[in-house]
């Protein structure tokens, strides 16, 4: 089966959340299930792509209303990353450095699910199957059933794969002109709430929606910024699938970026000599039990709940425990977070910012992983910080809810039920009187450790809806 999953994000050659860890991983099992597999994103000006060397496979124009950029398909010459990478070009639209926040990112990915169709017309077969990625990408359904000029793979089947399904790709139908010639009477697929809702145009247009978790998917029934009847409404075509992680490299005993190697063999000792190279960085003691959060400082995240739980657990567990945060987002959170710096050195410090190597140290170092997430779709911290041993902490909502079960309840983990400084707090006394009994501690840990997150339990469900939707055809 020859599947092209198309992307705003692919680890590791651009990243902002998981999205890109996703569309990193997935592909990569796919074709060692005996598939042929394409990633195909646009081409940033990052590190990935300076250090790498590619072909221009493919070139042509887009033509976006009254404008015309010139692109290229440029394919890394190795396939080292276990799948076909292709990177589309358009210089005029993606050489910067970040992934989003431009004022013409509505143009940037617009243009760029065009220059991919474009390519994929121009090649001598279709593919079996098109799997989009969130909104970014969302157009591409329509274009491909509607757009005169996609006349060739308008029974290609496509599925779309909700992320994150609070962002949807809202434009006024003022730019409705960009999109290339159809027949004007299937505008009304466009239209939601009076606009052209990219992600609801994928819902109405795929073959199939999937969502990265099970119970992501009862939830945007009922909270998903206004889509709610439209997912009720495609709730057949529709199926939950949990996100699955790289155990290549997520991988605690062979891990480069960690100060020692460990496995459930030895994670004891293993784990104790991270933590005391994370608390030398940060000033922590090593002796007391280490609570992290790794992510985007966002209301969403539960972010704006941190400032004030980290000093309530701070101040109730007076130089008891330390707490450690690494993230960005909202630059009012993260100022609170830095404020607290002077009133507890030695038991809380802050990285501002995002580091790789970091965060595979945290993982590895940490007691106990925090997650307050108001939404998460799937979450994959809470599965990296049960393949290293350390215990998450989380909020039962989505991925969350599905992948952590209370240790009361002979689980991997703690959970909370609402997004609220309260239950963070509690659940933190909690983990403090847990540490406390390392016996108790240590199982949980390796019940985390041992548990099953890999790609290859989830590459199958993808690859059987697949098979349903080309069987449609």
């Known amino acids: ?54 072909e221009c496979v493919h070139w042509g124009h887009v033509k976006l209303g009254n404008f015309n950029f010139p692109f290229s398909i440029l394919k890394e010459k190795t396939d080292y990353l276990g799948f076909e990478l292709y990177l589309v070009e358009i210089p005029e639209l993606f050489d910067r450095k970040d992934v989003y926040g431009y004022k013409d990112d509505i143009e940037r990915f617009l243009s760029f699910q065009i220059a991919s169709l474009d390519w994929i017309i121009a090649r001598e077969d279709a593919p079996d199957v098109i799997n989009c ?23 290609t089947p496509s599925m779309i794969t909700i992320h994150n399904g609070l962002y949807q790709g809202q434009f006024g139908f003022d730019k409705l002109y960009y999109l290339p010639e159809f027949d004007l009477a299937h505008v009304k697929v466009l239209e939601w709430d009076n606009c052209i809702n990219s ?74 000599q991270n933590k005391e190279k994370l608390c030398s960085l940060f000033n922590l003691d090593p002796t007391k039990p280490l609570f992290s959060f790794i992510g985007r400082l966002l209301e969403e995240k539960g972010g704006d709940l941190l400032p004030h739980a980290a000093a309530l657990a701070l101040s109730e567990n007076y130089q008891q425990i330390n707490i450690l945060i690494l993230g960005s987002g909202n630059t009012a959170i993260e100022n609170q977070l830095n404020s607290l710096l002077h009133d507890y ?42 393949r290293y041993g350390t ?56 019940t985390g450790m041992n548990t099953d997150h890999s790609w290859e339990r989830v590459c199958q469900e993808y690859i059987e809806m697949y098979k349903l939707i080309i069987n449609k055809k």
Request: charged residues 20%; proline residues 4%.
């Open 1 to 54: 089966m020859e599947i092209f999953h198309i992307s705003a994000e692919c680890y590791p050659i651009a990243k902002v959340g998981g999205l890109a860890d996703v569309v990193g991983a997935l592909p990569k099992y796919q074709n060692n299930a005996g598939n042929l597999v394409r990633v195909v994103m646009p081409c940033y000006d990052t590190k990935f792509k300076k250090e790498n060397h590619f």
């Open 133 to 155: 990625h969130d909104h970014h990408t969302g157009l591409i359904p329509f274009m491909m059933l509607y757009c005169h000029k996609y006349e060739k793979i308008r029974n």
């Open 199 to 272: 992600l609801a145009v994928a819902v109405k247009c795929a073959g199939a929606v999937t969502t990265v978790s099970p119970s992501y998917l009862n939830e945007i029934n009922y909270f998903s910024n206004g889509l709610e009847s439209l997912f009720n409404l495609v709730r057949y075509k529709s199926k939950g699938i949990l996100n699955g992680i790289d155990i290549e490299v997520w991988d605690p005993a062979k891990d480069m970026m960690l100060e020692k190697n460990y496995s459930i063999k030895n994670f004891e000792k293993g784990k104790q």
């Open 345 to 386: 050195k030695g038991n809380y410090n802050t990285f501002i910012g995002y580091n790789e190597e970091l965060a595979h140290l945290i993982y590895a170092g940490s007691d106990f992983l925090l997650m307050p997430s108001r939404v998460e779709p799937c979450g994959l911290n809470q599965m990296y910080s049960l």
């Open 391 to 446: 215990i998450p902490i989380v909020r039962r909502t989505g991925g969350l809810k599905d992948t952590v079960i209370d240790f009361g309840d002979d689980g991997n983990g703690i959970c909370h039920d609402q997004a609220t400084v309260g239950d963070i707090c509690y659940s933190i006394q909690r983990a403090v009187n847990l540490y406390e009994d390392k016996k108790h501690l240590n199982t949980i840990r390796k």
